[in-house]
């Protein structure tokens, strides 16, 4: 940044938007994430990192049966692209910062010191149905050819927030004694994270026939699709 070289930069940035092979589930992202270097003197420097991240993602795991995706049953095999889930229920959204420095500093030909800071806040809003596996009206009997049509599904939520820093403190020395070079590192680090999580897990009743495994959607209108939802955690699935 300066004729004389004692600040350096750097910026690196990502933007991503696009789809995945599930329908309904896309991907849109973005980070930038700067550097600065202040090259005190000739054995003293500091570099100052920081990053921010956003991302508004899906769920790519549908958890289908293995027959219908690895074997076929006798409605054949679900389409690559099947979306098990709700369109404006699943969710994936994740935010977070971190900001932190590297300090170096050389004392003689034997000992140098460095120091590493970070810290970091994550926050996680997460929404999801899933398949269960297939409906069997009768769990005592063998699963007829239109069961495989038809399936339970689970809702999960979780809301997660993380916080927190490290210090890390390292002292080098590099001698040595007679033939024997010798590289010794002594350190020591701290660290704090505070892990704050509500989530809530919930069995989906029945699902209609042909309605989540076998057919172009893969989802219908919530009327027709819970029998029941037990609701935990703050959140409630109608």
Known sequence: LDDDGRFLGRLTAQIKDGSTQIDHVDEESWFIAPALTWNIDDNTSLTVLAQVQH???????????????????????????????????????????????????????????????????????????????????????????????????????????????????????????GPVEHNVTLGGDMQYTTYDKIGGEATVGKLKPQIVLMNERGYSPYGEIFDTVLAQGGECVT
């Open 55 to 177: 991302e508004r993602l899906g769920s790519v795991f549908q958890y289908l049966p293995y027959q219908g995706t690895v074997k076929t049953n006798p409605l054949g095999r679900y389409d690559t692209d099947l979306f098990a889930g709700e369109p404006d229920f699943d969710h994936f959204d994740r935010d977070q910062e971190s900001i932190g420095y590297t300090f170096d500093h050389v004392f003689n030909d034997v000992w140098s010191f460095k120091q590493n800071f970070r810290y970091r806040h994550l926050t996680l809003d997460y929404k999801s149905i899933y398949g269960l596996g297939y409906y069997n009206p009768a769990p005592t009997a063998d699963l007829a050819p239109g069961d495989f049509g038809q399936g339970y599904r689970g809702a999960l939520t979780s809301k997660t927030t993380v916080t927190g820093w490290a210090l890390d403190n390292q002292a080098h020395a590099n001698f040595n004694t």
